[in-house]
Protein backbone atom coordinates (compact mmCIF):
# COMPACT_ATOMS: atom_id res chain seq x y z
CA UNK A 1 0.00 0.00 0.00
CA UNK A 2 3.04 2.35 0.10
CA UNK A 3 2.63 4.19 -3.25
CA UNK A 4 -1.44 3.77 -2.94
CA UNK A 5 -4.19 5.58 -1.75
CA UNK A 6 -5.53 4.11 1.65
CA UNK A 7 -9.16 4.04 2.40
CA UNK A 8 -10.41 3.90 6.02
CA UNK A 9 -12.57 5.35 8.64
CA UNK A 10 -12.10 9.23 10.13
CA UNK A 11 -14.38 11.47 12.12
CA UNK A 12 -14.82 14.35 9.97
CA UNK A 13 -15.85 17.70 11.29
CA UNK A 14 -17.33 19.00 8.14
CA UNK A 15 -18.71 22.42 9.97
CA UNK A 16 -18.72 24.40 13.30
CA UNK A 17 -20.53 23.15 16.53
CA UNK A 18 -21.49 19.70 14.44
CA UNK A 19 -20.66 16.40 15.93
CA UNK A 20 -18.12 15.02 13.80
CA UNK A 21 -19.22 12.51 11.48
CA UNK A 22 -17.45 8.44 10.78
CA UNK A 23 -17.06 8.73 7.15
CA UNK A 24 -14.99 6.29 4.53
CA UNK A 25 -12.16 8.72 3.27
CA UNK A 26 -9.08 8.31 1.40
CA UNK A 27 -5.46 9.07 2.61
CA UNK A 28 -3.08 9.75 -0.37
CA UNK A 29 0.37 8.30 -0.40
CA UNK A 30 2.98 10.32 1.56
CA UNK A 31 5.38 12.96 -0.89
CA UNK A 32 8.60 14.06 -0.29
CA UNK A 33 9.52 14.46 3.39
CA UNK A 34 6.02 12.97 4.69
CA UNK A 35 5.35 9.86 6.83
CA UNK A 36 1.69 8.06 6.71
CA UNK A 37 1.03 6.97 10.12
CA UNK A 38 -1.29 4.08 11.27
CA UNK A 39 -2.91 5.84 14.23
CA UNK A 40 -3.58 2.75 16.59
CA UNK A 41 -4.88 5.33 19.38
CA UNK A 42 -5.88 8.97 19.88
CA UNK A 43 -7.15 10.92 22.91
CA UNK A 44 -9.63 13.79 23.16
CA UNK A 45 -7.95 17.19 24.00
CA UNK A 46 -10.18 20.80 25.02
CA UNK A 47 -8.01 22.72 22.13
CA UNK A 48 -10.24 19.83 19.58
CA UNK A 49 -13.06 20.76 20.97
CA UNK A 50 -12.35 24.55 21.10
CA UNK A 51 -11.69 24.23 17.45
CA UNK A 52 -14.95 22.71 16.81
CA UNK A 53 -16.96 25.30 18.66
CA UNK A 54 -16.20 27.83 15.86
CA UNK A 55 -14.11 30.17 18.50
CA UNK A 56 -10.89 29.02 16.95
CA UNK A 57 -9.68 32.01 14.85
CA UNK A 58 -7.33 29.78 12.84
CA UNK A 59 -10.60 26.68 12.21
CA UNK A 60 -10.98 25.71 9.23
CA UNK A 61 -13.38 23.38 7.66
CA UNK A 62 -14.31 20.78 6.59
CA UNK A 63 -11.36 18.98 8.65
CA UNK A 64 -9.91 16.05 10.59
CA UNK A 65 -9.58 17.23 14.06
CA UNK A 66 -7.08 15.24 16.60
CA UNK A 67 -3.47 15.75 18.00
CA UNK A 68 -3.41 13.78 20.99
CA UNK A 69 -2.11 10.33 19.00
CA UNK A 70 0.34 7.49 18.61
CA UNK A 71 0.63 4.51 16.01
CA UNK A 72 2.77 3.11 13.33
CA UNK A 73 4.52 4.35 10.16
CA UNK A 74 2.75 2.83 7.87
CA UNK A 75 4.94 4.37 4.73
CA UNK A 76 7.72 7.20 4.06
CA UNK A 77 8.27 9.64 1.02
CA UNK A 78 10.76 10.19 -0.65
CA UNK A 79 14.19 11.67 1.00
CA UNK A 80 12.54 11.04 4.31
CA UNK A 81 16.47 9.25 6.10
CA UNK A 82 15.49 9.16 9.94
CA UNK A 83 11.58 7.19 9.69
CA UNK A 84 10.34 3.68 8.02
CA UNK A 85 7.60 1.68 7.97
CA UNK A 86 6.99 -0.34 11.20
CA UNK A 87 8.27 2.76 13.27
CA UNK A 88 6.18 3.38 16.91
CA UNK A 89 5.77 6.60 16.63
CA UNK A 90 3.90 10.23 18.02
CA UNK A 91 2.94 12.80 15.91
CA UNK A 92 4.05 16.42 16.98
CA UNK A 93 1.77 19.74 16.32
CA UNK A 94 5.08 21.53 16.90
CA UNK A 95 7.66 20.13 14.86
CA UNK A 96 11.53 20.41 14.74
CA UNK A 97 13.17 20.92 12.09
CA UNK A 98 16.61 21.39 13.39
CA UNK A 99 17.27 24.30 11.28
CA UNK A 100 15.07 27.60 11.31
CA UNK A 101 16.13 30.37 14.37
CA UNK A 102 13.96 29.36 16.63
CA UNK A 103 14.95 25.44 16.48
CA UNK A 104 18.45 26.91 16.82
CA UNK A 105 17.39 28.89 19.84
CA UNK A 106 17.52 27.05 23.09
CA UNK A 107 15.09 29.66 24.17
CA UNK A 108 11.84 28.49 22.63
CA UNK A 109 10.80 25.08 20.58
CA UNK A 110 8.40 27.19 18.55
CA UNK A 111 9.49 26.02 15.29
CA UNK A 112 8.44 27.70 12.35
CA UNK A 113 9.43 25.56 9.19
CA UNK A 114 5.81 24.94 8.61
CA UNK A 115 4.09 27.06 10.66
CA UNK A 116 1.90 29.05 7.26
CA UNK A 117 0.56 25.88 5.77
CA UNK A 118 -0.08 23.92 9.11
CA UNK A 119 -2.13 27.39 9.94
CA UNK A 120 -3.90 27.05 7.05
CA UNK A 121 -4.72 23.18 7.54
CA UNK A 122 -2.39 21.89 4.84
CA UNK A 123 0.73 20.03 3.96
CA UNK A 124 4.08 21.62 3.30
CA UNK A 125 3.53 21.67 -0.24
CA UNK A 126 0.18 23.71 0.09
CA UNK A 127 -2.37 20.62 -0.46
CA UNK A 128 -4.10 18.19 1.77
CA UNK A 129 -4.12 14.31 1.75
CA UNK A 130 -7.50 13.85 2.54
CA UNK A 131 -10.73 13.53 0.37
CA UNK A 132 -14.34 12.31 1.16
CA UNK A 133 -16.95 12.34 -1.10
CA UNK A 134 -15.10 13.73 -3.46
CA UNK A 135 -14.56 16.95 -1.33
CA UNK A 136 -10.80 17.83 -0.02
CA UNK A 137 -10.66 17.78 3.70
CA UNK A 138 -7.94 19.74 5.59
CA UNK A 139 -5.49 18.64 8.04
CA UNK A 140 -5.42 19.55 11.86
CA UNK A 141 -2.04 21.17 13.81
CA UNK A 142 -0.23 18.99 11.23
CA UNK A 143 -1.25 15.76 12.91
CA UNK A 144 -4.78 14.72 11.96
CA UNK A 145 -5.22 12.13 14.17
CA UNK A 146 -9.21 10.77 14.28
CA UNK A 147 -8.45 8.98 11.19
CA UNK A 148 -7.27 5.24 10.55
CA UNK A 149 -4.30 7.06 9.02
CA UNK A 150 -3.17 10.55 8.58
CA UNK A 151 -0.13 12.08 6.94
CA UNK A 152 1.96 14.25 8.59
CA UNK A 153 5.60 15.90 8.01
CA UNK A 154 8.83 14.13 8.62
CA UNK A 155 9.31 16.90 11.32
CA UNK A 156 6.87 16.51 12.92
CA UNK A 157 6.98 13.00 14.11
CA UNK A 158 9.01 11.50 17.14
CA UNK A 159 9.86 7.85 17.06
CA UNK A 160 9.40 6.28 20.85
CA UNK A 161 10.31 2.75 21.93
CA UNK A 162 7.67 0.25 20.56
CA UNK A 163 6.86 -1.85 23.94
CA UNK A 164 5.29 2.45 25.14
CA UNK A 165 1.38 1.06 25.47
CA UNK A 166 0.28 3.48 22.42
CA UNK A 167 -3.74 3.73 24.38
CA UNK A 168 -1.50 5.37 27.00
CA UNK A 169 1.72 7.69 25.56
CA UNK A 170 -0.77 9.33 23.37
CA UNK A 171 -1.35 11.51 25.72
CA UNK A 172 2.24 12.95 25.48
CA UNK A 173 1.52 14.05 22.32
CA UNK A 174 -0.47 17.30 23.67
CA UNK A 175 -2.15 17.32 27.51
CA UNK A 176 0.59 15.68 29.88
CA UNK A 177 3.47 17.10 28.04
CA UNK A 178 2.21 20.93 28.22
CA UNK A 179 1.30 21.01 31.40
CA UNK A 180 4.79 19.28 32.93
CA UNK A 181 6.85 21.30 30.52
CA UNK A 182 5.31 24.61 31.56
CA UNK A 183 6.43 23.46 35.34
CA UNK A 184 9.57 22.56 34.50
CA UNK A 185 10.95 24.15 31.52
CA UNK A 186 9.11 27.22 30.93
CA UNK A 187 8.67 28.05 34.63
CA UNK A 188 11.19 26.30 35.45
CA UNK A 189 9.77 25.09 38.92
CA UNK A 190 11.30 24.04 41.84
CA UNK A 191 12.80 20.37 42.23
CA UNK A 192 12.45 20.61 46.45
CA UNK A 193 9.37 19.30 47.61
CA UNK A 194 6.40 20.74 47.28
CA UNK A 195 5.65 20.88 51.05
CA UNK A 196 8.65 22.78 51.24
CA UNK A 197 7.66 25.27 48.64
CA UNK A 198 4.53 25.64 50.37
CA UNK A 199 5.59 27.19 53.39
CA UNK A 200 7.74 29.61 51.45
CA UNK A 201 4.74 30.91 49.36
CA UNK A 202 2.25 31.61 52.37
CA UNK A 203 4.11 35.32 52.88
CA UNK A 204 3.68 37.82 50.52
CA UNK A 205 1.94 35.28 47.02
CA UNK A 206 3.07 32.40 44.93
CA UNK A 207 6.14 32.27 43.22
CA UNK A 208 4.53 30.08 39.92
CA UNK A 209 0.84 30.30 39.08
CA UNK A 210 -0.45 28.60 35.86
CA UNK A 211 -3.52 29.34 33.87
CA UNK A 212 -4.91 26.32 31.87
CA UNK A 213 -8.79 26.93 30.87
CA UNK A 214 -8.41 29.73 28.76
CA UNK A 215 -10.18 32.23 30.69
CA UNK A 216 -8.44 36.19 30.50
CA UNK A 217 -9.84 37.10 33.79
CA UNK A 218 -8.26 33.67 35.53
CA UNK A 219 -4.96 34.72 33.65
CA UNK A 220 -5.12 38.11 34.91
CA UNK A 221 -6.06 36.84 38.58
CA UNK A 222 -2.92 34.22 38.23
CA UNK A 223 -0.57 37.17 37.47
CA UNK A 224 -1.70 39.21 40.34
CA UNK A 225 -1.31 36.39 42.76
CA UNK A 226 2.06 36.11 42.11
CA UNK A 227 4.66 37.22 44.78
CA UNK A 228 6.07 40.80 43.93
CA UNK A 229 9.64 41.38 42.83
CA UNK A 230 10.31 37.18 41.36
CA UNK A 231 6.62 36.01 41.00
CA UNK A 232 6.15 33.97 37.62
CA UNK A 233 2.67 33.37 35.87
CA UNK A 234 2.55 31.03 32.74
CA UNK A 235 -0.30 31.19 30.57
CA UNK A 236 -1.11 27.67 29.18
CA UNK A 237 -4.55 27.72 28.10
CA UNK A 238 -5.75 29.39 25.02
CA UNK A 239 -8.27 31.71 25.21
CA UNK A 240 -11.13 32.75 22.24
CA UNK A 241 -10.82 34.60 19.38
CA UNK A 242 -10.49 38.39 19.84
CA UNK A 243 -10.04 38.44 23.75
CA UNK A 244 -7.37 40.01 25.45
CA UNK A 245 -5.43 40.31 28.82
CA UNK A 246 -5.02 42.90 30.85
CA UNK A 247 -3.60 44.09 34.10
CA UNK A 248 -2.15 47.20 35.74
CA UNK A 249 1.14 48.03 34.71
CA UNK A 250 2.88 48.42 38.18
CA UNK A 251 1.97 44.62 38.35
CA UNK A 252 4.79 44.17 36.17
CA UNK A 253 7.09 46.94 36.97
CA UNK A 254 7.02 45.49 40.70
CA UNK A 255 9.05 42.41 39.18
CA UNK A 256 6.62 39.59 38.50
CA UNK A 257 6.58 37.98 34.89
CA UNK A 258 3.87 37.29 32.77
CA UNK A 259 4.80 34.87 30.07
CA UNK A 260 3.15 32.05 27.81
CA UNK A 261 3.85 28.30 26.43
CA UNK A 262 3.19 25.84 23.99
CA UNK A 263 3.56 21.92 24.34
CA UNK A 264 5.29 22.83 27.38
CA UNK A 265 8.37 24.44 25.42
CA UNK A 266 9.83 21.10 24.74
CA UNK A 267 11.90 20.47 21.61
CA UNK A 268 9.14 18.19 19.99
CA UNK A 269 11.18 15.69 18.08
CA UNK A 270 13.80 14.90 20.72
CA UNK A 271 12.03 15.82 23.94
CA UNK A 272 8.86 13.11 23.49
CA UNK A 273 10.87 10.02 23.24
CA UNK A 274 12.81 11.14 26.64
CA UNK A 275 9.36 11.58 27.77
CA UNK A 276 8.08 8.31 26.55
CA UNK A 277 11.12 6.43 28.56
CA UNK A 278 10.63 8.57 31.83
CA UNK A 279 7.08 7.02 31.41
CA UNK A 280 8.22 3.84 30.45
CA UNK A 281 10.73 3.77 33.94
CA UNK A 282 8.17 5.34 35.70
CA UNK A 283 9.52 8.75 36.31
CA UNK A 284 6.30 10.24 35.02
CA UNK A 285 2.80 9.50 35.26
CA UNK A 286 0.39 9.12 32.57
CA UNK A 287 -1.82 6.22 33.11
CA UNK A 288 -3.52 7.85 35.78
CA UNK A 289 -4.69 10.33 33.24
CA UNK A 290 -6.88 8.13 31.50
CA UNK A 291 -10.20 7.96 33.16
CA UNK A 292 -11.99 7.05 29.87
CA UNK A 293 -11.77 4.91 26.87
CA UNK A 294 -14.22 4.48 23.87
CA UNK A 295 -14.52 2.94 20.73
CA UNK A 296 -13.72 5.01 17.61
CA UNK A 297 -17.73 5.71 16.92
CA UNK A 298 -18.08 6.78 20.51
CA UNK A 299 -15.81 9.77 19.49
CA UNK A 300 -18.20 11.64 19.88
CA UNK A 301 -19.38 10.77 23.43
CA UNK A 302 -15.16 12.06 24.59
CA UNK A 303 -16.50 15.12 23.68
CA UNK A 304 -19.54 15.10 25.66
CA UNK A 305 -17.44 13.48 28.92
CA UNK A 306 -14.96 16.25 28.22
CA UNK A 307 -17.87 19.25 28.32
CA UNK A 308 -19.40 17.23 31.71
CA UNK A 309 -16.23 17.20 33.41
CA UNK A 310 -16.72 13.55 34.03
CA UNK A 311 -13.23 13.12 32.32
CA UNK A 312 -9.44 13.94 32.19
CA UNK A 313 -8.91 12.64 29.15
CA UNK A 314 -10.55 9.95 27.31
CA UNK A 315 -8.72 7.57 24.74
CA UNK A 316 -10.29 6.56 21.34
CA UNK A 317 -8.96 3.40 19.82
CA UNK A 318 -8.97 3.85 16.24
Known amino acids: MANEVIKCKAAVA ?33 TDAYTLSGADPEGCFPVILGHEGA ?22 YIPQCGECKFC ?13 TQGKGLMPD ?10 TILHYMGTSTFSEYTVVADISVAKIDPLAPLDKVC ?16 AKDFSKPIQEVLIEMTDGGV ?6 IGNV ?23 ASGEEIATRPFQLVTGRTWKGTAFGGWKSVESVPKLVSEYMSKKIKVDEFVTHNLSFDEINKAFELMHSGKSIRTVVKI
Not at 127 to 135: M, P
Not at 171 to 186: D, H, K, Q, R, W
Not at 220 to 228: I, N, P, V, W
Open 14 to 46: WEAGKPLSIEEIEVAPPKAHEVRIKIIATAVCH
Open 171 to 186: LLGCGISTGYGAAVNT
Open 217 to 239: KVMRAALEACHKGWGVSVVVGVA
Open 104 to 116: LNPKTNLCQKIRV
Open 71 to 92: GIVESVGEGVTKLKAGDTVIPL
Open 126 to 135: GTSRFTCKGK
Open 207 to 212: DYSFEC
